[in-house]
C-alpha cells in the first residue's frame, strides 16, 4: 500500500476526517484511547467527534456512565465505552498481570494485600467514590503504604479484576484533571457480552486503527504475538485484508466532504501510538522528538496530510504560543491551518 493511500486510511479509521456525531460515539468507534493525561485522553475524542464539542461535553459523557477510565491494556490507562469494560478485561486482565508481577513482587503485593485492601474500600465506595488521594488514605488507615506505585498497582489490581474503574469528573474551577474511582457494579449500567472476545478486540481495532497488522495489534493491546495471531485467525471474515497482513474494517466510516488537512493532536494521541511501526505517519528522524522519550512521555503533534509536521503543547497553545515545526522535505506547510487546529484545542477548553 502507498504511504499516501495508507495515511489517508488511517485519518478516516481513526475518525478525523470522518468524524463521529457524538463524543460517545467516537468512544465506541475507537474503543480504547490511550488517556493518562486526562486532558489529552479527552482531547482525543472531541478531536474525532462533529463540530466543536467541548470539554464540559466529554466530562458529562463520564458523569452519565456513558465513558470510563481504566488500565485496560499495557498496564496503561485508556478511555472506554463503560458498557465494553468488562470484555475487554477478560481477554487482557491476565497479561497485564504477567507484565506487572515483577514488580508487584517488590512492592509486596500479594492476595493477601489485595483482600485486605478489597475489604476496606468497598464500603467506602457506595456512596459517589473517592479521588485517588481519598483511595490512598484508605490504604494507610490499614497500614498498607501507597507510596512507590504501591497505591497505583493495588488501583489497577482492583480495576483488573472488574472492581472499580474511574468514572465522574471532579467538580472544581478550571480544567478538571481528577475522577473519582466508583465501584463497577453500582455505575456500569450494561454489560457487552461479545461472543469471542478476543476476536472482538481485534475487530475492534481494525475498525478504528486500519490499516494494521497484526503485529500493530500485538503493540496495542499488549498481548502476545502469539495471542494476536489467533485473534486475527478468529477474526476471519468480519475484518478486510486489503495486502498480504494488512487489514480494514469491513465497513468504513464516511468521510466529511469537507474535512480538516491540519490536526492538532494531543499527547499519547492513537493516530501515532498505536502501532509497532509509527515510520510511515513520522519519518524515522523524527520519532525521537515525538517519543516515547525515556520518561515515557509521547509529545502532542501536529498532523498534516496525515504526517507528523511537529509538536506542541497544550499549555503553549492556550497562551498561543507558536508550535515546533520540523523540517520535513515536503509541500509547504498551510501555517493558517495549523493556527486554526491549534485554536480549535483553545476552544475546547475554554467552552
Known amino acids: 500500500m502507498k504511504t499516501a493511500t495508507l495515511r489517508a486510511e488511517r485519518l478516516r479509521s481513526h475518525r478525523l476526517t470522518a468524524p463521529a456525531r457524538t463524543v460517545s460515539d467516537a468512544a465506541a468507534h475507537m474503543l480504547a484511547v490511550q488517556s493518562q493525561d486526562f486532558t489529552a485522553g479527552r482531547w482525543v475524542l472531541a478531536s474525532r467527534t462533529r463540530g466543536e464539542p467541548t470539554l464540559a461535553a466529554v466530562d458529562r459523557a463520564f458523569d452519565r456512565g456513558d465513558l470510563v477510565r481504566a488500565w485496560t491494556m499495557r498496564g496503561t490507562l485508556h478511555t472506554v465505552p463503560a458498557r465494553d469494560l468488562s470484555w475487554v478485561l477478560s481477554v487482557t486482565a491476565q497479561r497485564q498481570r504477567q507484565q506487572a508481577a515483577g514488580r508487584r513482587r517488590d512492592l509486596g503485593i500479594d492476595d493477601a494485600m489485595i483482600d485486605v485492601v478489597t475489604a476496606a474500600v468497598v464500603p467506602r465506595l457506595r456512596d459517589g467514590g473517592l479521588t485517588r488521594s481519598e483511595m490512598f488514605e484508605v490504604f494507610a488507615g490499614i497500614g498498607v503504604d501507597p507510596s512507590g506505585q504501591r497505591g497505583i498497582h493495588l488501583l489497577s489490581e482492583l480495576t483488573l479484576r472488574g472492581l472499580l474503574c474511574q468514572g465522574p469528573v471532579v467538580a472544581r474551577d478550571g480544567i ?53 495471531r489467533e485473534a ?94 520540523f523540517e520535513t522535505g515536503g509541500p509547504p506547510v498551510d501555517e493558517d491551518a495549523v493556527q486554526e487546529a491549534l485554536a480549535r484545542f483553545t476552544r475546547f477548553l475554554r467552552n
Open 176 to 228: 478538571t484533571r481528577e475522577q473519582r474511582f466508583v465501584l463497577v457494579d453500582g455505575h456500569i449500567r450494561e454489560h457487552a457480552r461479545p461472543d469471542d472476545p478476543l476476536a472482538e478486540l481485534f475487530v475492534r481495532y481494525i475498525a478504528g486503527h486500519g490499516p494494521a497488522t497484526v503485529a500493530d495489534f500485538a503493540w496495542w493491546s499488549g498481548l502476545t504475538l502469539g495471542q494476536s
Open 232 to 325: 486475527r485467525e478468529r477474526a476471519d471474515g468480519r475484518i478486510t485484508e486489503v495486502e498480504e497482513g494488512v487489514f480494514v474494517a469491513s465497513a468504513r466510516p464516511r468521510r466529511a466532504p469537507i474535512a480538516a488537512s491540519v490536526f492538532a493532536l494531543g499527547a499519547f494521541d492513537e493516530y501515532y501510538i498505536s502501532y509497532a511501526d509509527r515510520t510511515a505517519v513520522c519519518a524515522p528522524e523524527h520519532l525521537a522528538a515525538v517519543g516515547p522519550g525515556k520518561n515515557g512521555m509521547v509529545r502532542a503533534t501536529l498532523v498534516s496530510d496525515g504526517r507528523v509536521i511537529g509538536c506542541w503543547t497544550h499549555a503553549a497553545a492556550s497562551l498561543g504560543a507558536p508550535p515546533e515545526l
